[in-house]
């Protein structure tokens, strides 16, 4: 289904590129209505400080506010992949393997944006198929992506910086797949997995998610099938790129030397200076996930710090008390654990919901990565399965029984209102639409990443030759080595 | 008594170890050093500027023994750090005059 | 005094705490007022542009470019502490303690977003207790911090992004005294001192200078007693970290071997790259701290920059005349001193002002921890107190005689009217009652933490024994190595 | 000429500067304009929301929006040199020299925040001159230099922080100059020329540029004499540096070992953190170039955005075809490159003229740092020739191909109605005013630098005695090592 | 001639380093080892992953002595290094058959 | 055969390297180290403190040799790592027993 519409899709692609490879015509800002009256004229600018509706007057045009705040945000989102993911994921490695990671991070954010660019975000955020599991093709190489906000989707942000902003969640989230196969594949063989998985993946699921006319997409689409909620991304990015990972991680098999060898972290500094910014720049991508810089924005700012705080120091204190030291390894992973779990939930849930997230966000977490992994043994080399899988599965979950109403009112209006999210989230049972819309989620990563992961085996190949991983990717797979003393 | 001298590559030193302290070899002082030899290194290339790398991490095993031991240590390094592919390092046998224990001050073989 | 207010709020939290744990309603729009006047609607329109009461219409709603800068600071002050001010200090230890600065930055983080969350916020921000020396219980555990303003203290910023702006205030402070007593005191030692500092000194103090019923808040509070001014956190942040760090610092004694062991910062490569840090996250510590994105913040951009330039430069100018070279150590202490210097003056005085303090920033603090410190030979491992306490203390003086109404008319109207501070702008005495302010400063930080220590050292003991000292505490307190080859 | 109009006005620097040094009256926010009628309060309010002249009502107020953005943008500019490029550059030299390339950073932005607070922002926008060349001296000590919007360059935002904002472009500018002569030249060389270079090239050519009475300033001057554009510093910062930097690293010649001994970067990690810093802070350059949080800001982010991953990926194409493996200083390098290219045009171009910059500037500079620099055997350390100069020039060239009204009116309004730019970008030929522009840019800088260079190697000797060199200048030239282990 | 290595705990380089330059041993030179011994190491955690460090960081000396001054100089080092807790090291004494000082070229004991 | 040791200026290895391969002798092992001498280091001031760095960065080369060539050697290391100024450094020249190329397991000057 979702295959076959992308085939179609590739069909315009191939026929719109050269046309439109030339200049497209895109609009700073449209004229002023046509003589509204003073009070439509006050009413369209009130509608700007509430971001709502500008109704008959000031169409067309981006409220500096909002704007301002979704430029940070977009660019909060792309410090969080380069160079606050990279750092994170390169000081876990060990010495001779750090720059392959920051190379996997810097090779996908070119290749994503191209893809994104090309048709990527026309099969995401168009409409123009009509269809819940893809979007359109009006959108292709950015045409009609204007400096005018697309109100489908924000009233009072230029659709261009929309574009971008969602541009970086294309790009980190299958980064965050580097994290699980680590120090192990091949870099052209990453860049061609990561190409088929957002075509196959990505692209439709974060269609049925936040496209307009999507599957599952509850707050905004009327008639979404499953009235499922996922603020910034707890399906889209963490359980789509962690189950993804799990399951591209065990068809690799472990690293050479994996349980023998000591595979410690060659930089915790790193690691560390890679969480600080990934919390930073995780406002962008929660608060930004209002389209605005509203009340709803700065509920989920408030959320997102009180869950990662908590989630770092409750996993911390863990440690301390079962190992009897708190270590830095433990207070990034529960800070990134904790962003991890609020994200679907960071607009829909209060100061003590958020509370309540991090904690469970630092002890499953801490379970999965050190009790599951030892028992399963897979070497899921940087833990993104344990801590965006299972805290991205948590998260949706616990968004479906902790969302509520009184922090964001579109839950309760609306499209809400129409295919009955309002019903669900005032007398309870959000969590089963929750439910259906994880499973989907992990099905289509699961089957999609099996598949994908043979036909890249089989065209180029997985793995490095033995001799290139022992001595490490750097010099062999990038010709350069991390550090020269 | 000898200073038996190993070069060896990296990633063998995990097995040396095991293979002496089985052996009940208790005591060895180890470093990193770049070797130079028939191995050929690599070529990285930095914009414009290419270098050769031809110095490899190798890592350096210094271990001090009795006599009556020196046979068995380097037999035990040979199997434990043998890969067959060149590169492989080179043990050094020094005679050694004196060997003290810091902590204790004992001398010669007790203080090995 | 602030000790028994304490003890009775503790009381209402332990009664809150469980009925409050439920959720707690938000409001994240309040409705429109009742149909204000065509008028009424425009004035509030212009409210929101002029920063200023919004009046009959648009009460209750944030203003989405005064939320938009606000998040940005809030964010830019978190990234000071996490990674700015772990790698800045973690940079000047030495290699085997790096991680244990890290760990001391992130546990703070948590440790005090959890206290902030359950009763910090409302013991600062509240006022219900109607004291001029601790706030109120009406926040405990953030319940009725919303996305509505509280005009209290900012008409169009969200509450909840309010109370995250001063978290991240309230966790730097703390990570501020880690400087002092780096390299020798044991994890835990440091958690609890710094729950009990935080109670005692940081939450009474940040009322009595910026509540709204605080005791020295002689902008805001038209009953203050004593009429001191303190733009962002001269006496709060750095002069009470600052002086509670020397005296720390005393109690603890010196690092083993100081004096005769080379101590030299592992890696001034880190230190630089906090320093930059710093100084971009400053702009939202002191520019934010106008609380909206007006005229007030763009005078405090402007002289938070010329401060910190001006005293990098001629701190490396000092070393290059009587040394012979300008150090990258000698560029990041002026920046850090700079800004420090600045923060309670960066709204108050214009860019002639902030070159003079600029300039007193780097001679004055250069002195201190060069000079004073071979003298009185206490280990202030990192010069915190040289260039925290020093300048702090020397920023919040230069205050009092540079401050201008012409930068800041809340100088002279409003609570500054009636209090008398706008008559002591205008005719000069003010720097008195900021000698006041730092005293109560000064005593409260000196006393309490010589108490605390004593408290914490009876309980468990400050130091780790001599060998853990000697091997690093990276990996007998963490159980980790900062860097592996 | 240039030099002529500079030597009057060092003369009023002279005259003007003690009375000025007194502090100068500053006004936060001026009062609102005597009564306007509800129609012209409303039509200001629309102003704001579009960046236009407010007109009757609103008049000396900043817009909150706008005013949030500019701040943000000024803050990630700055972030841009310390520590993005200090990284950048840094981790390119080897670990001997690292810290001599932090200290020349952070020299040059402390120095260049002195001479730009005394006379350089008032020489480059300034008007009092009414000289095409010069600004003038109304703004010396940033006297006049208030809240209130400088409405000859930005309706909305404050101009203190247009200023500050300003600065930060004069600070990376020279900056840049230090990769080309890394590790080989004295500090106190470097310090005297860049405040030779700032006053005789930057100024000027700034002033040309982007001054409201400037030379060749298209868009905004309707008397420009060339009708150029540049929209964020093509000419001005990168090909004014970039051609500098080549002509310095010529007369001083190559690094001692130069082509014999291995100098390969001591830290592709530290580079890569810079590349993603420089990235993320190039929004703020770019974006921040509309001096409005509006739709010419949102293009140009996108634009930005497209360029740079375009660029950086295709850069690592041709490595892994041509070399093998893609490396992460090709990655790195390609994303500088398309952000350099970019930034002339950002504000002029759609997307998919983003994406043919993007491609050319993968290409050219590739060559030009591979091929040319081989050819010419000139040492550019870190290739600021290769990446700025080269990168520079095409951008503007391509700028006066690709530059559409579609997306920024300006092109087709106000000044450039006058002064005919709006035919040339309709009719085609601006192309040709835009290398009047380049030839402009690139004579004053050669010519200008081999007249500084000699200067200052009479005056104090451009280049360290040999022996440290081969040590290293940061232990002799800063008193202090990189890294301790 | 003599070559004394030494193996130490590396906070008390600074007190050998002294003791030796006050008996007037003017040269040495050091480099940064790890040590295999009864001294047990620390146990790392990573996440899932247990890893014990059983090599643990010392500092090797090497001086290069005349034979007469052989037993002052490895007295001087075993007291200054001396804590009495384990793994305070060893001392390996090796005959030395020549030392060239480069810059002069001399030989023998005036070289040292 | 013998283990020449020498330490050097770090600038002068690739010299070195290359008169030493220029000569045929086609195996070394390096080492960074730190030199403590007649040659003064330099002073480091961290804000108040102030540090003596006498320890300077030197390569410690060590290259084992076949007795006929021990003499050609030491000349070519000298010649090509001499600057003349103080700090130049040191060779040693210690016994070997014997050497095993752990690849092929052969003994003796073969295995060199
Ligand atoms: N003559 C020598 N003196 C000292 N070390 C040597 C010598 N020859 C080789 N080595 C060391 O042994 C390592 C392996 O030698 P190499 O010739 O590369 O492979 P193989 O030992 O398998 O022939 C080198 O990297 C170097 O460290
Ligand atoms: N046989 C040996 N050969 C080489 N070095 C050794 C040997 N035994 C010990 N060492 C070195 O001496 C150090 C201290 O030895 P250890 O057994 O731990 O304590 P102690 O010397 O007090 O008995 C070890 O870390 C190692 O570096
Ligand atoms: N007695 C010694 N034992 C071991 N190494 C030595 C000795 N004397 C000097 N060295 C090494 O030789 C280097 C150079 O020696 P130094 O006295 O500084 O200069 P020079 O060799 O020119 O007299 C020292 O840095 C040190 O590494």
Known sequence: MKTLSLKKLLGYVVLAALPLLAAVPLCAQSPAAPAPSLNDRVAALEAYVQNTDPGKALTGVAGPGHNAWMMTSAALVLFMTLP??????????????????????????????????????????????????????????????????????????????????????AIITPALIVGAIAERMKFTAIMLFVTIWMVVVYFPLAHMVWGATGFMNGVWNPDAAIRAIDFAGGTVVHMSSGWSALVLAIILGP????????????SMVLCMVGTGMLWAGWYGFNAGSALAADGIAANAFMTTTLAAAVAGFTWGLIELTFRGHASILGFCSGIVAGLVVITPAAGFVNANGAVIIGLIAAVIPYLAVTRLKAIFKYDDALDTFGVHAVGGTIGALLTGILATGEVNSNLLNGAAQKNGLAKLVEHGGLWLEQLKAMGITITLSVVATIVIAFIVKALIGLRPVAEVERQGLDINEHGEEGYID | MKLIVAIIKPFKLEEVKEALSAAGIEGMTVSEVKGYGRQKGHTEIYRGSEYTVDFLPKVKIEIAVADDLVAKVVDLVVKSAKTGKIGDGKIFVIPLEEVVRIRTEERGETAI
């Open chain 1, 84 to 169: 606050g993911l990279a750092l994170f994921y390169g000081g876990l490695v060990r010495r001779k393997n750090v720059l392959s990671v920051l190379a996997q991070c810097l090779g996908i954010s070119g290749l994503v944006t191209i893809l994104w660019w090309a048709f990527g975000y026309s099969m995401v955020f168009g409409t123009s198929a009509g269809s819940p599991f893809i979007g359109g093709s009006e959108f292709l190489f950015l045409h009609n992506v204007t400096s005018a906000p697309n109100t489908n989707y924000a009233y009072w942000v230029s659709h261009n910086v929309f574009a971008m902003y969602q541009l970086m969640f």
């Open chain 1, 255 to 266: 690293r050479l030397g994996f349980g023998k060898e000591k595979m410690a972290p060659h």
